[in-house]
């Protein structure tokens, strides 16, 4: 079976159990957002709003919020679809074992998009933008923002819908200076397909046309966000993993329609002319700051008869991208490694904001005749990923060698970083590359876009046992106001707020004076914070602290450091200064009168009863 649309998909899930329906008038100005949160946080099912405040149309969330239920959706093709993703990236499995591949040359072949304008349900009927629910997540925010958009765009050397690009960049509606239902804003990041398509246009000095599509079946989102194989189309892949063709048509200005969404938006994105975008929410659990953006004038807001509005809420780690994450994962399995010799897995961190750290074991093979173990191959690899599309954009990478131990699993965050932290040689393995390029959501730097990396590359024997607790000699005084163990060999250390880089001399010098004499072996990380025991709460805590909140050249110190021929380390514990500086952004949080709005709707009588 496929979906033809999000409203089957509702009425399956409903049908199912996996579906709960807000009936009170909910507001969209942060109440949508909180009630999403809450439900999301209990592993609760998808919810439909059918009474938003200011909107004729209601609007629906967290339909992929667990994998379980992602999968569920797709129970009828995710296995096919993982097949055809595996001998796209090794065609040679194809040829050795044609009768297992059999039907996905079938699969692939009714997954071409299917040019079909004649009676399509989007052409109902057309509104404005402010007839769409004006969505604000957290308060802070610059105004209503699309979250789950696909945005599709054509190359300008090779128009068509098979070198067209689908991705999900967030949309802003209305605040700042746009016009109202004239203009939005288009934010998009770095190594993002859409730049490609601005680019050439900027080149020919004419608009990029943009279409912008929301709801529709869902398989069509999940193509949106899909890091798909070079070649691989994303409309092919919605239509093979929806198991349904992508229907569309262009309408009489020349836009893309997806003859299946729930509403598309039209616009032309003009070379060179931004407008401020922001702030805004976002996946590191910070708000992402004002920054000129492309400024996107609005054609047209197509939208079906039964239309929904589709949207998510994004926050610091786990939310419902995380689910889009593993079920990524579930269908990609290990493409990535794959593209990489001698690595053997990576994964980035949800609970670290995901760009912030990445794990990653690759085998260390060079120098095999050797008894003593060093990095050497997995210093390579280590350049390799930092240099492989949005991996590049990493700000830490721990990398390990997979002959030290088999078994290791980098999506076990304790245990990954307790081999990491077991074998580092401190005045060796570290590896830092500055003035570069990082995550656009990332403020750890002081630019957009601009910040360091640092590279640990870890191989050989264990060289030292960890403190799981610290010795009864242990102390450090004041401007030190408190401290605790994170995990085995990580001390969080609670020191005054952040005023300027140099206030830290004065820190460094206290830890290392007092504790010169010390054998610290069994400790080598030490963290700076603005409260030990938040951080030290939880091992996610610990990791989303220390690595969303700290840049490598400009935080890393450590007792003992010297350069040797531009090579910088240390020969007592490492030093992270993760405390919010200045020119961070704002932590997100949640507003305490309307959390209490979420709470009656989860007491006797309110449509989450049972659910919260």
């Known amino acids: 079976m496929g979906y033809s649309s999000l409203q089957a998909c509702i009425t399956d899930l409903e049908k199912n159990g996996q579906l709960v329906r807000i009936k009170e008038q909910v507001d969209p100005h942060l109440q949508m957002a909180a009630i999403h949160l809450r439900v999301f946080e209990n592993e609760g099912p998808a919810i439909l709003f059918e009474n938003v405040k200011g909107s004729k149309f209601p609007a629906v969330s967290n339909l992929f919020g667990t994998l379980d239920r992602s999968k569920f959706i797709f129970r009828d093709t995710l296995e096919k679809i993982k097949i055809l993703v595996d001998i796209k990236n090794d065609p040679i499995k194809a040829i050795k074992n044609p009768f297992k591949y059999a039907g996905v040359g079938l699969t692939a072949l009714s997954a071409l998009p299917m040019k079909s304008g004649a009676g399509a349900p989007i052409k109902f009927g057309k509104c404005n933008i402010n007839d769409i629910p004006q969505i604000v997540n957290w308060p802070m925010d610059g105004g209503p923002f699309v979250t789950m958009p696909q945005v599709y765009t054509e190359d ?53 046309k943009v279409s912008i599509f929301v709801g529709g079946p869902p398989a069509h989102p999940v193509a949106a966000v899909m890091p798909l194989p070079e070649g691989l189309s994303e409309m092919t892949f919605a239509g093979a993993l929806g198991n349904r063709r992508f229907r569309y048509f262009y309408d009489n200005e020349g836009f893309c329609i997806s003859a299946d969404a729930d509403f598309v938006i039209t616009g032309t994105v003009m070379p060179h002319e931004n407008k401020p975008e922001g702030p805004f929410g976002d996946h590191l659990g910070y708000y992402s700051l004002v920054h000129p953006f492309p400024l996107m004038k609005v054609h047209n807001v197509y939208h079906r008869k039964d239309a929904i509005w589709s949207f998510t809420v994004v926050g610091r780690p786990p939310q419902e991208d995380t689910s889009f994450g593993a079920l990524i994962h579930e269908i990609t399995g290990s493409a990535i490694p794959k593209e990489i010799p001698g690595l053997h897995a990576v994964n980035a961190v949800d609970a670290a904001g995901v760009h912030p750290l ?227 952004a704002p932590v997100l949080e949640r507003v305490p009168e309307v959390e209490k709005t979420v709470d009656k709707l989860g007491e006797k009588g309110g449509s989450l009863f049972g659910v919260i």
């Open 358 to 584: 990445l794990f990653a074991i690759g085998s260390e093979r060079y120098t095999p005749y050797l008894k003593e173990r060093k990095p050497q191959e997995i210093v390579t690899i280590a350049n390799h990923i930092l240099g492989k599309g949005q991996l590049s954009l990493a700000k830490y990478l721990f990398i390990a060698a997979h002959e030290d131990d088999p078994k290791l699993n980098v999506n076990d965050i304790g245990g990954f970083l307790k081999h990491i932290l077991q074998r580092v040689d401190l005045t060796r393995d570290l590896h830092f590359h500055t003035n570069t390029t990082i995550d656009t959501l990332d403020y750890s730097g002081e630019g957009l876009n601009s910040g360091s990396k640092l590279a640990v590359t870890v191989a050989g024997d264990i060289k030292r046992e960890l403190w799981t607790e610290l010795p009864d000699w242990f102390n450090l005084p004041r401007p030190i106001t408190g401290y605790k163990m994170a995990m085995p060999g990580v001390l969080m250390v609670e020191v005054p707020k952040h005023v300027n880089h140099k206030d830290i001399d004065n820190i460094i010098s206290i830890i290392e004076y007092h504790l010169q004499d010390e054998d610290l072996n069994g400790m080598p990380l030490i963290v700076l914070c603005d409260d030990a025991g938040f951080a030290a709460q939880t091992i996610n805590n610990f990791v989303w602290v220390t690595f969303t909140r700290s840049n490598p050249s400009h935080d890393i110190y450590g007792v003992g450091s010297f350069t040797e021929h531009k090579h910088w380390g240390c020969k007592g514990p490492l030093i992270i200064d993760a405390r919010i500086k200045p020119h961070h």
């Open 156 to 208: 300008a050397d090779k128009p068509g819908i098979m070198n067209a690009n689908l991705g999900m960049y967030r949309i802003q509606l209305a605040g700042n200076d746009y016009i109202q239902n004239q203009e939005i804003g288009l934010h998009y990041q770095i190594h993002r397909g859409i730049g490609v398509h601005q680019t050439k246009a900027n080149a020919k000095g004419q608009p990029l």
